[in-house]
């Protein structure tokens, strides 16, 4: 009689980084692997999974409990243990790393902070357009936010070879930073003060990309230096993330071109 493969919903399995089984995620946290986020079967009295928990976080990763079913939906083998990691398609770099990159060209920094994007598509985007328009990298909150998956990879067309992209435990606090360092904070909303036209990017700056659905949060708003609008003609008053990026990146580059 023949059998029939089970099938499985699509899910972070598709990508190509996802690790399953506890033998597989323990050896990869040692190893130095950046791991995203781990997923734990939901239950108390398991210390196995409690140790590899605890090992993760102190890695940096985020961790999630969540009922086994869920586990058994990312899983191609079904045979996860209890654990599903997925893990980033490149290592991350630092906020240091991206002011340095700058500084090395002898160019006044230019980066893109995205508050919580969720679509790997839009993050892939952000990276392709803020490579080739001269930017110096790319900010990430660990929580609510996609992180550099093979479907970021691929959208970013190989961009995410060249440009680097921090991951930041909070978005707020690493605009203080960047404040602290100099750098004037752009954020994007539909009723922004400021034409993005008016905006000033010659100097260093920080763009900040809402998410798909919010815009950005209220406490990363009330960071931001200018809230910058786009100048809409038609009936739709809203591009995508990816395409409101592409817009500022470009304003920016064409002002820093015509020094």
């Not at 952000?126 to 490579?131: K, N, V």
């Not at 080739?132 to 990879?153: M, Y």
């Not at 993330?241 to 064409?254: H, K, R, T």
């Amino acid at each position: 009689m023949e059998t029939r493969k089970r099938e499985r919903p699509a899910g972070p399995a598709d990508d190509g980084t996802l690790l399953e089984g506890r033998n597989a995620v323990t050896e990869a946290l040692k190893a130095g692997r950046t791991i995203d986020k781990v997923f734990l079967a939901d239950g108390a009295g398991d210390h196995g999974l409690a140790r590899l928990g605890a090992m993760a976080r102190e890695a940096g990763a985020v961790v999630v409990r969540v009922d086994r079913r869920k586990l058994d939906q990312m899983s191609p083998t079904g045979a996860h243990q209890g654990v599903v990691a997925l893990a980033a398609a490149r290592d991350y770099a630092s906020l240091d790393d991206l002011l340095a990159l700058a500084e090395s060209r002898g160019e006044p920094p230019l980066l893109v902070l995205c508050d919580e994007l969720s679509d790997p598509h839009n993050l892939g985007a952000i990276i392709r357009t803020a490579e080739c328009a001269g930017a110096h990298g790319v900010v990430i909150p660990k929580r609510r936010s996609v992180g550099l998956t093979a479907v970021v990879a691929k959208a970013s067309a190989g961009a995410l070879e060249y440009l680097p992209v921090a991951r930041v435990g909070n978005l707020t606090a690493a605009i203080e930073q960047l404040k602290a360092r100099g750098l004037w904070i752009f954020g994007t909303a539909a009723d922004g003060a400021v034409d993005l036209r008016e905006a000033d990017f010659r100097r260093p700056a920080a763009i900040v990309i809402g998410s798909e659905g919010q815009g950005m949060g209220r406490l990363v708003a009330e960071q931001c230096d200018y809230l910058v609008r786009i100048p809409m003609k038609g009936h739709i008053n809203s591009l995508n993330a990816s395409a409101a990026a592409a817009v500022l990146l470009y304003e920016a580059l064409g002002q820093r071109e015509a020094r």
